[in-house]
């Protein structure tokens, strides 16, 4: 199996390089191309890949193709790839908002897997959302899977609209994350704590939460009443989020982040 990655920015390169360093493919089966020169001679330094200027010596050699480039970039790329193409072939699009119908449509292919990534892909603790067109198979879709998990883990959802959905949940979340980080570290500053002790207490709370939700079966509700005894410390701060409704603010920033996908696949 040869994978080719078109686009080696940050997701096209965060993915090159969770599939390069698994066990799923070694150097010779893993290619990216792309068109900027200056990424070209970086992708090279990197060394884990083979690199390429020119579509026509790596795309009709590729059995699955990942698509990493700007959803605008699509207008020149796709007419290129086309001429190229067989139905044998499959193509993961990392795009936001590029629906898996124009993809068909404008390369004339079949077999079509869209995902929705986000950044903690990284450091291998990325989930991407991703749903397929009919026309690919389990054992295809297998091993889609099985690349997209080099960067973390995945999850099958029924239909793109749920792609739309998770951008809002998990491709736009980790920013939502950075937005309570950052309220809280303003806080510890207001309180007189130095930068650094700062970025101890809150990094090490949300990484310590996060570990203690993941190694039980408990909810965070039930969490948030084990630590929250009544007339406490704890029980002062929830009951100031509940009196400000901070849920129904993140859930309406999570719904703007959702139906913001929605209309950028009409645009
Ligand atoms: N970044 C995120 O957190 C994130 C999250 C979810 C989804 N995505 C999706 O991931 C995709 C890639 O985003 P990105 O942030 O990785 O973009 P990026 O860093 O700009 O990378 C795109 C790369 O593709 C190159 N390129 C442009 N036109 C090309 C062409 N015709 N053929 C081959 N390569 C071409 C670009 O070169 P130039 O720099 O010279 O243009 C650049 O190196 C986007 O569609 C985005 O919607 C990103």
Known sequence: MKVLV???????????????????????????????TEKQESLKDDGLFDVYDDLERCLPDADIVFIAVKPYH?????????????????????????????IQEDLGVKKVV????????????????????????????????NLLDTTGESIRVKNENFINASTGISGSGPAYVFYFMQSMLAAAKKMGFSDN??????????????????????????????????????????????????EKLIEEAAYAAFDRAVELGEE
């Open 6 to 36: 078109i686009g080696g920015g940050n997701m096209g390169l965060t993915y090159s390089q969770g599939m390069a360093k698994s066990s799923l493919l070694n150097r010779k089966k893993l290619m990216i191309y792309d068109t900027s």
């Open 114 to 145: 869209r995902t929705m990534p986000n950044l903690p892909a990284k450091v291998g603790l990325g989930v991407t959302s991703y749903t397929e067109s009919e026309e690919v198979t389990r054992v295809e879709l297998l091993m889609v899977r």
């Open 74 to 102: 699509c207008d020149e790329l796709f007419p290129k790839m086309k001429p190229m193409l067989n139905y044998q072939q499959i193509f993961v699009s990392l795009m936001a908002g590029v629906t898996i119908g124009k």
């Open 197 to 246: 002790d700062s970025k101890v207490l809150v990094s090490m709370t949300f990484e310590g939460a996060v570990k203690l939700f993941n190694e039980s079966d408990i909810t965070p509700l039930k969490w948030m009443d084990r630590v929250a005894s009544k007339g406490g410390t704890t029980r002062a701060a929830l009951d100031s989020m509940k009196d400000n409704n901070v």
